[in-house]
């Protein structure tokens, strides 16, 4: 695997270990083949830069995401709290005006059949006709 394959002579040289790619003086990118025939340099650096490219770009995403959700994680239990009391508070009243409703319809009939007592004097005593 040490060996660089040319294709424009088709020479097998030793890789030039101090350089990371050949030189074009000893071979073109193009031309040049690294270990086996079938692995061209242009492609290798290509396929190499795109996957680099992809870890990079999916550790950013995975750090902005994390980041996000810590935030919103902090955010999000003060709005749920407050959600929650808002509702509370709702039904609260919403009991509180169904009561009063009730109470209304329980007078209305207590009137109906005269057994609402007199709010001037609500000791007074019934008297049976």
């Not at 990371?20 to 000893?26: E, V």
């Not at 009730?102 to 004097?121: A, T, V």
Request: net charge positive; glycine share 2%; aromatic share 8%.
């Amino acid at each position: 695997l040490q060996c660089l394959w040319c294709y424009t002579n088709n020479t097998c040289i030793d890789y030039p270990v101090r350089s990371i790619l050949p030189p074009s003086s000893l071979c073109s990118l193009s031309n040049a083949r690294w270990g086996v025939c079938w692995i061209n340099f242009e492609a290798l650096i290509i396929a190499m830069a795109v996957v680099a490219g992809l870890i990079l770009v999916s550790v950013t995403v995975c750090c902005c995401y994390c980041c996000y959700c810590r935030r919103r994680s902090r955010s999000r239990p003060d709005e749920e709290e407050e959600q929650l009391a808002r509702k509370r508070e709702e039904r609260r009243l919403q009991s509180l005006q169904r009561k009063h409703e009730r109470k209304l319809k329980h007078d209305e009939i207590r009137k109906k059949y005269g057994l609402l007592q007199d709010s001037d004097n609500p000791y007074s005593r019934f008297e049976n006709e």
